[in-house]
T-cell receptor, first 110, second 112 residues
Framework: DSGVTQTPKHLITATGQRVTLRCSPRSGDLSVYWYQQSLDQGLQFLIQYYNGEERAKGNILERFSAQQFPDLHSELNLSSLELGDSALYFC?????????FGPGTRLLVL | GENVEQHPSTLSVQEGDSAVIKCTYSDSASNYFPWYKQELGKGPQLIIDIRSNVGEKKDQRIAVTLNKTAKHFSLHITETQPEDSAVYFCAASKNYGQNFVFGPGTRLSVLP
């Protein structure tokens, strides 16, 4: 157990809808990262937050947004969902260099 | 930006044999190189990491070597066991993890 929690574990929704994925980092970690992993694909970095501020952006679509709250948990919002957004979404947290991953949220868009 | 390549994409070994996975990176400023193991349906789990001021690091059956000049690093697993079967990802980063780039992964199968 990495200490990073993600909810929900599974999410099934329809095209055009909006969903919110939630992540709670390890106690003491200030950074939160979001990744997308499509079927049999690698880990695509989406965005990083550090202590509430956006720190780095990767290949995140404009339909996607994220934020980190004062208690350091983070939410990833996915809107106008498309079939191709179906994937595993991972959150990771860190205090220094090492990132610790949560168990992921599996999103299925029908 | 940084680019990380990883080979092979799939690897099958007999139980008890060794497995080696190699990664190359492009940015000479990268200074932190972790390896993650991802089992089916789970999140990636850190198994070992190495920093640029070290050439080799071992942890029981797992070792990582780094060649900064050639810009490549390798994961070595000895005495493989069926539970080592998973997808392994290498990564490279600099600036305290701000620029984390993962390799595409290697699917390791350990045959009993």
């Amino acid at each position: 157990d990495s200490g990073v929690t993600q909810t929900p574990k599974h999410l099934i929704t329809a095209t055009g809808q909006r969903v919110t994925l939630r992540c709670s980092p390890r106690s003491g970690d200030l950074s939160v990262y979001w990744y997308q992993q499509s079927l049999d694909q690698g880990l695509q970095f989406l965005i990083q937050y550090y202590n509430g501020e956006e720190r780095a952006k990767g290949n995140i679509l404009e339909r996607f947004s994220a934020q980190q709250f004062p208690d350091l948990h983070s939410e990833l919002n996915l809107s106008s969902l498309e079939l191709g957004d179906s994937a595993l979404y991972f959150c990771a947290s860190s205090l220094g260099e090492t990132q610790y991953f949560g168990p992921g949220t599996r999103l299925l868009v029908l | 930006g940084e680019n990380v390549e990883q080979h092979p994409s799939t690897l099958s070994v007999q139980e008890g044999d060794s497995a080696v996975i190699k990664c190359t990176y492009s940015d000479s400023a990268s200074n932190y190189f972790p390896w993650y193991k991802q089992e089916l349906g789970k999140g990636p789990q850190l198994i070992i990491d190495i920093r640029s001021n070290v050439g080799e690091k071992k942890d029981q059956r797992i070792a990582v070597t780094l060649n900064k000049t050639a810009k490549h690093f390798s994961l070595h697993i000895t005495e493989t066991q069926p539970e080592d079967s998973a997808v392994y990802f290498c990564a490279a980063s600099k600036n305290y993890g701000q620029n984390f780039v993962f390799g595409p992964g290697t699917r390791l199968s350990v045959l009993p």
